[in-house]
C-alpha cells in the first residue's frame, strides 16, 4: 500500500485504503503527474483500458458528458464506447457531495481505480472534468495503464490563470488552442489574453474599425524593429505591414473551445495608458490629439469613456467572462497635468492630482462594467487614489498591493514580477535566447507560495495565482512555448496543489517527464533535464580582504535597486544572474551620474588584487561601465590611481558579465572604485562586490 495525502482524510476513505494490500510506484500513478492531487493512494496492480472500453457518464448534460468523453478520448488515443448495461469501465458520476470530504469545491473529485474498471465522482461537471484528467495524465504517465488506488483532490485555488501577451506579438488562433490544451492539462482554468497595447490591437471593434485597419499593423515584424523604426503603424494594405488581429468569430469560436476544457477567456482591454496603438488611430481621444508618442488616453473627455464603453459593450458580447481585465498599468499621467479638459475634470469631480484622475477613470470604469453584470479586474495600479469598490486586484509590481488589496477585502490574483514573469531569463543568460531582463528559473517559480507573510484573515482573499508571458522578446510562437513549459507547471501545481507541496526534485521529476511527452506531442520546451543554473559566483560567499568593511558612497546608490544598502559591495556575496536578486547595486550613469565608492579595509594591508564585476542586459538598459579607475592609498585623502580602464560599451552584446580589476603589489587601508556610464548612451550600472585580496 502507498499512501500520500495533504490533507486530513475522511474516515470513510481512511478505512478503504486501510483495506488495501500490496506494494506500489507504477507508473501510472497519481505520484507522476502534475498538478500533484491532494491527496492519493496506491493498492498495487493496475488497470489497463483497451479499445473496446465503454464510458457512462451520468447526471450531468449532454455537453458536459461530451466535454468529458473527449477528454478520456484524448488521453487515450481511442474512443471509448458508450455503455449500455449499466456495466462500465470508467464510470462518471455527478451527484451531491458523497461524504468523500472533498469540500466545497465544484472543481473537486474522488476516483477509484480498480483492476476492473474506473469510477470518478463530483458533485459538479468542473470536478468530473478534472478526475478525468487526472485519470488521462495517469494514463499517459503508465503508458496506458492506471495505478489501482484512490484520488481525492480539490484545488488550492480557485483561480490558476495563464496569460498571454498577443499584442507585441500576434500569435494565430491554433497556437492559442494549442496552449489550451495544455492548460487542460495542467488543470489551469483561466486564460487572460492581453489583446490590447502599443505594439497592436488584436481584436476586431465593428465600431471603431480604425483599430484593425490601423492599429493592428506596424512597420516591423518583430517588436524590436517596431521599437527601433520609431513605433510606427501601417494601412493594413501596405505591403510592409506586420501583425493582424482575431475576428469577433474567431475569438467567440476561442472562447467555445476553452470553455469545452473548463478554461474561462478573460480579455484585456488596457488603459488608461499602453493605448498609443488606439490615440494613433483616434487622436482625438489623447490630451494633445497628436498621432504619435500618446500613451494616455484623455480622462478629462467624454469621448474617452463613450470610446471605452463602446469597446467593451463589443468585448462583453464576445466574452462571457465575469471578469473583465481593464489594465491600468504604468499610466505616465503627463498629458494630464497640462490638459485644459483634464482641468476642468478635476475641478468638476473634486480631484486633487493625476492619481485621483486615474482612480476616476478606473471607479467610473467599474460601475460600467458592474451595471453589465461583470466584474472588473485590473493590474495592482488600479489601487492609485483608491480602489475600485468590487475590483480584483492583480498584484504584479511585488507582492505588497495585493497583500493590502487583500487586507482591505478584495479578491487577489498574485502574479508578481519575481516568480511569475515568464518572459525573463529561465537559465543562464548566454545560453539562452534573448529575454527582457531578469532569471527566473524553475525552482524559484516553484517556490513561490502566494499566500506567504499574509495575515490569517487576508489568506482568504488570495483568489488565483497566474503565470504572465509578455512578449517583448519573443518573436515566435515556439520560442512563447520555451519560455512557458516547464515554468507554468510550476504555476500550476502551486495554484492546484495543498500549500504542503513543495519538493521542488520530485516536481522537477515530474516536470522533466512531463516536458518529454509535450515535445513528442509537438511542443517546444525548454530542457529542464541540461539545466546550467545559477551564476557559479553567487554559490559561495567570498571571505576576501574586504569583506565586511565600510563603504563611503561619495555618490549614492540608486534607490530603485539597493541590494543590502551600503554593505552590499563589501558583504561577501557575490549576485546570480538577474539585477533583481538583491545581491547588485545600480547606479544611474548619465554622464554626470556614476559610481564613485570608497573601501576602508580599517588598516594598512598588502593588497595584490582589486576588482568589480559588472553585468549588461540591453533589454532594460544595463550597460557595461565605459570607464573604471581604481585607486588606493595608506590614508584617505592621498590616494594614488592603481589602474584606469577604459571600455567600448559593446552595444551588440545581449547579456554579458565582464570583471574590472587591477593586479599587482601595494600597501594600503583606502580604496577607492569609479565608474562611468557611456556618456552618450547613459544606461543603468549594476555591480555587486569589490574584491579585494
Ligand atoms: C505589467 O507588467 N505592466 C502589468
Ligand atoms: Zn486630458
Known amino acids: ?153 480539490l484545488p488550492r485555488l480557485a483561480y490558476r490563470g495563464l496569460m498571454l501577451d498577443v499584442s507585441r506579438h500576434f500569435r494565430d488562433t491554433a497556437f492559442i488552442r494549442k496552449q489550451i490544451d495544455a492548460m487542460a492539462r495542467l488543470k489551469l482554468n483561466n486564460l487572460h489574453l492581453h489583446l490590447t497595447d502599443a505594439a497592436g490591437w488584436r481584436v476586431e471593434i465593428k465600431r471603431y474599425p480604425r483599430l484593425t485597419e490601423f492599429a493592428a499593423w506596424r512597420d516591423g515584424e518583430t517588436w524590436k524593429e517596431w521599437n527601433s523604426r520609431g513605433n510606427r503603424y501601417l494601412e493594413a494594405g501596405d505591403p510592409d505591414a506586420r501583425g493582424g488581429y482575431y475576428t469577433q468569430q474567431e475569438l467567440k469560436e476561442l472562447v467555445d473551445y476553452a470553455a469545452d476544457r473548463y478554461i474561462n477567456i478573460i480579455p484585456e482591454i488596457e488603459m488608461p495608458s499602453h493605448s498609443e496603438e488606439v490615440t494613433a488611430s483616434y487622436p482625438e481621444l489623447s490630451c494633445t490629439h497628436e498621432q504619435y508618442g500618446q500613451p494616455d488616453f484623455c480622462p478629462g473627455n467624454e469621448a474617452t469613456f463613450e470610446f471605452i464603453e463602446n469597446v467593451l459593450d463589443e468585448v462583453m458580447e464576445i466574452f462571457p467572462s465575469k471578469l473583465i481585465h481593464i489594465g491600468g498599468d504604468e499610466a505616465p499621467k503627463q498629458a494630464w497635468k497640462s490638459c485644459s479638459l483634464c482641468a476642468a475634470r478635476m475641478k468638476k469631480e473634486n480631484i486633487a492630482d493625476v492619481d485621483g484622475l486615474q482612480s476616476y477613470l478606473i471607479h467610473r470604469v467599474e460601475r460600467y462594467l458592474n451595471s453589465k453584470g461583470r466584474d472588473m479586474l485590473g493590474w495592482d495600479e488600479i489601487m492609485e487614489g483608491g480602489l475600485a469598490p468590487n475590483a480584483t486586484v492583480m498584484s504584479w509590481r511585488g507582492t505588497e498591493g495585493g497583500e493590502r488589496a487583500a487586507a482591505d477585502g478584495h479578491r487577489v490574483i498574485m502574479t508578481p514580477g519575481r516568480y511569475c514573469y515568464l518572459d525573463g531569463y529561465q537559465d543562464a543568460p ?141 558583504d561577501g556575496r557575490h549576485g546570480g544572474w538577474n539585477y533583481n536578486d538583491g545581491l547588485w547595486q545600480a547606479f544611474i550613469g548619465r554622464g554626470t551620474e556614476r559610481m564613485d565608492v570608497v573601501v576602508d579595509l580599517g588598516e594598512e594591508k598588502e593588497i595584490t588584487y582589486v576588482g568589480a564585476d559588472f553585468m549588461q542586459i540591453c533589454g532594460p538598459d544595463v550597460w557595461m561601465p565605459a570607464k573604471v579607475v581604481i585607486s588606493a592609498g595608506t590614508t584617505r585623502d592621498n590616494l594614488s590611481e592603481l589602474i584606469s580602464i577604459d571600455n567600448k560599451v559593446e552595444r551588440d552584446s545581449v547579456v554579458s558579465f565582464k570583471n574590472f580589476g587591477w593586479n599587482g603589489n601595494a600597501r594600503a587601508r583606502y580604496i577607492r572604485y569609479e565608474a562611468d556610464a557611456d556618456s552618450v548612451a547613459g544606461g543603468v550600472l549594476f555591480t555587486d562586490e569589490i574584491v579585494v585580496r
Open 1 to 153: 500500500m502507498k499512501k500520500y495525502t495533504h490533507l486530513a482524510i475522511a474516515p470513510a476513505l481512511a478505512a478503504a485504503i486501510a483495506s488495501c494490500t500490496g506494494s506500489s510506484a507504477l507508473t501510472g500513478s497519481p505520484e507522476n503527474i502534475i498538478p500533484l492531487p491532494a491527496e492519493y493512494s496506491t493498492t498495487g496492480g493496475s488497470w489497463t483500458p483497451a479499445p473496446g472500453a465503454t464510458l457512462a457518464v451520468e447526471g450531468v448534460g449532454s455537453t458536459d458528458s461530451a466535454r468529458i468523453a473527449a477528454r478520456l478520448n484524448e488521453a487515450l488515443g481511442f474512443a471509448l464506447l458508450p455503455a449500455r448495461d449499466g456495466s462500465a469501465d470508467i464510470k462518471i458520476e455527478c451527484g451531491p457531495d458523497d461524504g468523500k470530504d472533498t469540500g466545497a469545491s465544484d472543481e473537486a473529485y474522488s476516483m477509484t481505480v480498480g483492476k476492473d474498471g474506473v469510477t470518478v465522482s463530483a458533485a459538479a461537471p468542473a470536478g468530473l472534468f478534472y478526475g478525468a484528467v487526472t485519470l488521462g495524465e495517469m494514463l499517459k504517465a503508465g503508458d496506458g495503464s492506471a495505478a489501482c488506488g484512490t484520488v481525492t483532490d
Open 430 to 570: 548566454a545560453s539562452q535566447p534573448e529575454a527582457i531582463g531578469g532569471y527566473l528559473p524553475l525552482a524559484t517559480a516553484y517556490g513561490y507560495n502566494p499566500t506567504d507573510g499574509l495575515p490569517e484573515q487576508a489568506k482568504p482573499y488570495i483568489f488565483g495565482l497566474q503565470g504572465n508571458l509578455f512578449a517583448e522578446y519573443i518573436p515566435t510562437a515556439s520560442h512563447a512555448e520555451y519560455m512557458l513549459y516547464p515554468r507554468m507547471y510550476a504555476i500550476a501545481e502551486r495554484a492546484w496543489s495543498p500549500e504542503s507541496v513543495t519538493d521542488y526534485d520530485d516536481f522537477k521529476r515530474r516536470a522533466s517527464w512531463l516536458a518529454a511527452d509535450m515535445r513528442a506531442n509537438g511542443y517546444t520546451t525548454f530542457d529542464i533535464d541540461n539545466e546550467i543554473g545559477n551564476r557559479p559566483e553567487a554559490a559561495a560567499d567570498d571571505h576576501h580582504l574586504a569583506y565586511g568593511a565600510p563603504v563611503e558612497y561619495n555618490l549614492k546608490a540608486w534607490r530603485n535597486y539597493p541590494a543590502n544598502g551600503d554593505s552590499t559591495l563589501t
